[in-house]
């Protein structure tokens, strides 16, 4: 799914190299923002912030203590959410502002063993997943998991049922849940699916009917939406509904949703048609 991985160096960079490319970015933010300008971070690595071999903590370290007293929002893979680094970091980080000053952001994608591994090969099972939100607990941090709605190989019908049941299950154990909409990466295995016209990304409309149904407020933000390559319709609703679930995404209002639902295209009939009669072995319907 992913092509972060063309992004990494080259391998031949020492750890003390690594660990001066981070703080050279956070020199960076500090100097371009004053504390009093912001009250949130999210640290966002495709990666593993509390990985000592990726963040050492010396540089964990330095962070937490630059960004003292705001809330943090970290991203991790649920095995390094471990007690002993959250504890280094928020020693260094809490000041008593926050009831939860840092939430540990995973990418646990779906709440179904099979399709996480079969559709997606992560590498950690739900129960993985749980065990962490209980570690993170006992610290005093919160969880934010993040959704990917229709990975290969899932009909359009199976991706919406997917999310609506993972929201449901994901929601008695993180804070915090946000949705995101499959997007085709370059040089990735989506993408040569995709251009085989073995895959189509979700409609938009799939989006609004997962949001609906979902028992908590679910943020969503669908990159590429309205693009061939991202969440889409038919192109002449698109842009209003992208627009509206980034609304709805700020200020969880329902009715918002509902009358993105009720909003009318000739592309409604084709998304109902293929949720009814899309199957496995036929997919996608439509492009």
């Given at each position: ?136 607990g006992r610290m005093g941090a919160g969880i934010k998991a993040y ?54 990304p979700p409609y938009l409309w799939s989006v609004l009917e997962i ?77």
């Amino acid at each position: 799914m992913c092509s972060y991985r063309y992004e990494r160096y080259g391998g031949s960079e020492t750890p003390e190299m690594y660990a001066e490319y981070i703080l050279s970015q956070l020199r960076s933010i500090l100097a371009s923002y004053r504390p009093d300008q912001y009250r949130m971070v999210k640290i966002f690595t495709s990666g593993s912030f509390f990985d000592p071999r990726e963040v050492p903590e010396s540089v964990l370290r330095a962070i937490a203590s630059a960004f003292r007293g705001k809330l943090v929002i970290a991203e991790t893979r649920p095995e390094y959410v471990q007690e002993d680094a959250l504890a280094a970091f928020m020693e260094e980080t809490d000041d008593g502002t926050w009831k939860k000053p840092l939430f540990c952001a995973i990418g646990l994608e779906t709440a179904d063993d099979t399709i996480r591994t079969k559709c997606i090969r992560k590498g950690f099972s739900f129960r993985d997943f749980t065990e962490a939100c209980q570690r993170a607990g006992r610290m005093g941090a919160g969880i934010k998991a993040y959704l990917l709605h229709k990975p290969l190989f899932l009909t359009e019908r199976e991706a919406l049922e997917d999310m609506v049941s993972s929201i449901r299950i994901v929601a008695g154990y993180a804070d915090l849940i946000s949705m995101n909409p499959c997007t085709v990466q370059g040089r990735t295995e989506l993408e040569r699916y995709w251009k085989q016209k073995a895959y189509r990304p979700p409609y938009l409309w799939s989006v609004l009917e997962i949001l609906r149904n979902a028992p908590v407020h679910v943020t969503c933000d669908p990159v590429g939406g309205g693009r061939i390559r991202g969440p889409h319709n038919c192109g002449a609703c698109d842009k209003d509904l992208v627009n509206g679930i980034r609304d709805y995404s700020l200020t969880g209002d329902r009715d918002l949703v509902a009358a993105l639902l009720a909003t009318t295209c000739a592309c409604k009939k084709e998304w109902e048609f293929v949720l009814e009669n899309e199957k496995p072995f036929a997919m996608p319907l439509t492009r």
